[in-house]
């Protein structure tokens, strides 16, 4: 039986639900401030001061969100600069942040929505003034709610469900998929493998996927892999495993590692299915290879070309500049198209491995060498004319470089780059 106290609680709670419901009471106002976009900065801060179980405080948090998935961009960006005001103005302590997005993250889809609300405010820290002080506690929560323990890895094949096939052709950021034939070669079960993570709360959205092919070498072109007219690889023969694309999905989730297990998990299920493979590489872009060299003069290029990289310090007779990293591009490009000279592929690969090697406070130049190597792989090979798509011309002017897996090596080679030192084949830093 209830004490008269607890049943006093009970009746508070009741009391809180019907005044805020009620059409003069604090979930209705909320709504007309809303509608009129004159909601005070005290009013925003209560969502940050009043105690996790807080009725009140949690209708007005499903009113805020509520308003904030029917504004357009302009108004959401205005309701994203008065929770910032609104923080800031409250007495909530160290934990308010956090205390808000849990409220959030306890309703119906709230942390769908607030991976969404994470890629808004990714997209408007320049233009929301202090908004990624909220941004970064948000981040630390999602980085809790997504720990790979918590993770489903899962097969995507072309039985899968229609709505998750659209999502791998709408995520796809590596090598569009031009069609649902298109599609199917890379699902098909037969010859090739596609893997994904969902988390439990989210089980209809990829958050990150993996396309693999199977190959008796280590492939070096892409066209090879994504042509839907080629023979399937007899899988009896196959000896790589190759991962050519790999796609993170939601902008919100952005800096939170989980991409990193990905492919361990990946090997692992492969050599239960395959234990005749025996390695395990990628076919990459080079995404920031062409906007680096543009930037180079022409004594920098050729001092990269012939070998000497930090020649400019040493003392020497001047000579006359080569052309610069634009015209390089332009160069490669021709080549990457038709059939280059020696010379010219020859520098190419010196200019992209010297690229590949760089390092920038102790982490590599390229994003995907960022991700590769931070996983423990290593560079491997470098390859000509591997993407002469549009997209891998304008990147890489075509050329694309293998990362080798290895097991064993992995955590040696995290190692090294935590020494300032990146892993590469013997043959790679020389440009091949």
């Given at each position: 039986?209830a004490?008269?106290?607890?049943?006093?609680?009970?009746?508070?709670?009741?009391?809180?639900?019907?005044?805020?419901?009620?059409?003069?009471?604090?979930?209705?106002?909320?709504?007309?401030?809303l509608?009129?976009?004159?909601l005070?900065?005290?009013d925003?801060?209560?969502l940050?001061?009043?105690?996790?179980?807080d009725v009140r405080?949690n209708?007005?948090?499903?009113?805020?969100?509520?308003?904030?998935?029917?504004?357009?961009?302009?108004?959401?960006?205005?309701?994203?600069?008065?929770?910032?005001?609104?923080?800031?103005?409250?007495?909530g302590?160290?934990?308010a942040?956090?205390?808000?997005?849990?409220?959030?993250n306890?309703?119906?889809?709230?942390?769908?929505?607030l991976?969404?609300?994470?890629?808004?405010?990714?997209?408007?820290?320049?233009?929301?003034?202090?908004?990624?002080?909220?941004?970064?506690?948000?981040?630390?929560?999602?980085?809790?709610?997504?720990d790979?323990?918590?993770?489903?890895?899962?097969?995507?094949t072309w039985?899968?469900?229609?709505?998750?096939?659209e999502?791998?052709?709408?995520?796809?950021a590596?090598?569009?998929?031009?069609?649902?034939?298109?599609?199917?070669?890379?699902?098909?079960?037969e010859?090739?493998?596609?893997?994904a993570?969902?988390?439990?709360?989210?089980?209809?959205?990829?958050?990150?996927?993996?396309?693999?092919?199977?190959?008796?070498?280590?492939?070096?072109?892409?066209?090879?892999?994504?042509?839907?007219?080629g023979p399937?690889?007899?899988?009896?023969?196959?000896?790589?495993?190759?991962?050519?694309?790999?796609?993170?999905?939601?902008?919100?989730?952005?800096?939170?590692?989980?991409g990193n297990?990905l492919?361990?998990?990946?090997?692992?299920?492969?050599?239960?299915?395959?234990?005749?493979?025996?390695?395990?590489?990628?076919?990459?872009p080079?995404?920031?290879?062409?906007?680096?060299?543009?930037k180079?003069?022409?004594?920098?290029?050729?001092?990269?070309v012939?070998?000497?990289?930090?020649d400019?310090?040493k003392?020497?007779?001047?000579?006359?500049a080569?052309?610069d990293g634009?015209?390089?591009?332009?160069?490669?490009r021709?080549?990457?198209?038709?059939?280059?000279?020696?010379?010219?592929?020859?520098a190419?690969?010196?200019?992209a491995?010297?690229?590949l090697?760089g390092?920038?406070?102790?982490?590599?130049?390229?994003?995907?060498?960022r991700?590769?190597?931070?996983?423990?792989?290593?560079?491997?090979?470098?390859?000509w004319?591997?993407?002469?798509?549009?997209k891998?011309?304008?990147?890489s002017s075509?050329?694309?470089v293998?990362?080798?897996?290895?097991?064993?090596?992995?955590?040696?080679?995290?190692?090294?780059?935590g020494?300032?030192?990146?892993?590469?084949?013997?043959?790679?830093?020389?440009?091949?």
């Open positions: 039986m004490s008269k106290d607890n049943r006093s609680v009970i009746v508070q709670s009741e009391q809180e639900v019907e005044e805020a419901q009620a059409p003069g009471g604090l979930l209705a106002r909320l709504a007309r401030l509608e009129r976009d004159r005070s900065d005290s925003v801060a209560a940050f001061e009043a105690r996790a179980t405080a209708k007005l948090a499903q009113a805020w969100r509520e308003a904030y998935q029917q504004a357009d961009n302009a108004r959401r960006r205005s309701l994203l600069a008065s929770l910032v005001r609104g923080h800031a103005q409250g007495q302590g160290a934990d942040a956090g205390r808000f997005f849990r409220r959030l306890a309703q119906t889809d709230g942390l769908r929505f991976v969404a609300l994470r890629a808004d405010m990714l997209r408007w820290r320049k233009q929301v003034a202090g908004v990624g002080v909220l941004e970064q506690a948000l981040e630390g929560l999602l980085s809790a709610w997504f790979v323990g918590l993770l489903e890895l899962r097969p995507l039985d899968s469900p229609a709505s998750l096939l999502k791998l052709i709408l995520y796809e590596v090598h569009a998929i031009q069609s649902w034939d298109d599609l199917r070669h890379r699902v098909a079960s010859h090739r493998r596609c893997y993570y969902f988390h439990p709360q989210m089980p209809d959205v990829p958050l990150i996927f993996v396309e693999i092919a199977f190959d008796a070498r280590m492939s070096d072109s892409v066209q090879s892999l994504l042509d839907t007219s399937s690889q007899d899988l009896r023969k196959a000896r790589w495993a190759i991962f050519y694309s790999i796609s993170n999905t939601q902008e919100g989730l952005r800096g939170i590692s989980f297990f492919l361990k998990r990946v090997i692992e299920r492969l050599l239960q299915e395959l234990p005749q493979l025996k390695s395990f590489a990628t076919l990459s080079i995404p920031g290879f062409n906007a680096w060299l543009s180079l003069d022409g004594v920098q290029v050729e001092a990269i012939r070998g000497q990289p930090d400019k310090a003392p020497q007779a001047p000579r006359r080569g052309p634009q015209r390089w591009i332009e160069r490669l021709r080549g990457a198209r038709g059939k280059p000279s020696e010379a010219v592929r020859r190419g690969l010196k200019l491995a010297h690229y090697m390092l920038r406070n102790g982490a590599p130049l390229d994003p995907v060498a991700f590769h190597l931070g996983n423990g792989a290593r560079l491997e090979r470098l390859n004319a591997a993407d002469i798509s549009e891998g011309l304008a990147q075509g050329m694309m293998n990362y080798l897996y290895v097991l064993d090596d992995l955590d040696d080679n995290l190692a090294r780059l020494d300032g030192r990146i892993a590469a084949s013997r043959s790679f830093a020389k440009g091949n």
